[in-house]
């Protein structure tokens, strides 16, 4: 499958929407139950590092950066969102994404990147490994999803640039 990695757009929200939908849906990438309005969104995700993959003129992922904290000391430090369209999954587009938001992330004087993942979620740690993210722990019963208490594995990435 031929995709291009680009800049997201406001424009692109419905299909963003759409993607992170079907991420909730899965059970398996956040523990958030509704994607929020495109504001709330917007305000919540730095502008750097917003990221779309497009494929034969569909979106079928994106990626975007949010602050840790508001606190001077975190202003280099970023939590990673990473989402891929279930059918377009294992053709390298989550690995492209997670390649570029390090690269604009970089430019943006970001020095870490962190990302939260449910431990089932074996596909979204080693995408992240591969990436040279490594695990710096787990946080247990960290949050409730459906009823059911859910353990989280921490990741991190410590530019050598910045």
Same mark, same amino acid.
């Given at each position: 499958m031929h995709f291009v990695i680009g800049e997201m757009k406001g424009a692109d929200w419905t299909s963003?929407?759409?993607?992170?939908?079907?991420?909730?849906?899965g059970g &398996?990438? &956040?523990?958030e139950s509704q994607v929020p309005e495109w504001p709330e969104w917007d305000r919540g995700h730095l502008r750097a590092g917003r990221l779309v993959a497009r494929a034969e003129g569909q979106m079928v992922g994106w990626a975007a950066l &949010? %602050?840790? #904290?508001?606190?001077?000391?975190?202003?280099?430090v970023a939590e990673v969102s990473?989402?891929?369209?279930?059918?377009?999954?294992?053709?390298?587009?989550?690995k492209a994404l997670l390649q570029a938001l390090?690269?604009? #992330?970089? #430019?943006?004087?970001?020095? &870490? %990147?962190?990302?939260?993942?449910?431990?089932?979620?074996?596909? #979204?740690?080693? %995408?992240?490994?591969?990436?040279?993210?490594?695990?710096?722990?787990?946080?247990?019963?960290?949050?409730? %999803?459906?009823?059911?208490?859910?353990?989280?594995i921490l990741m991190e990435r410590r530019s050598k640039v910045v």
């Open positions: 963003v929407r759409a993607i992170y939908q079907e991420g909730i849906a &398996t990438a &956040t523990f &949010t %602050l840790v #904290s508001e606190r001077c000391a975190y202003a280099g990473i989402y891929v369209m279930a059918s377009a999954r294992e053709k390298g587009i989550g390090i690269q604009a #992330s970089k #430019s943006a004087g970001i020095w &870490t %990147l962190q990302g939260g993942i449910f431990p089932e979620n074996q596909a #979204s740690v080693a %995408l992240h490994e591969s990436c040279g993210f490594r695990e710096v722990g787990r946080r247990e019963r960290l949050g409730q %999803l459906n009823g059911v208490w859910k353990d989280v």
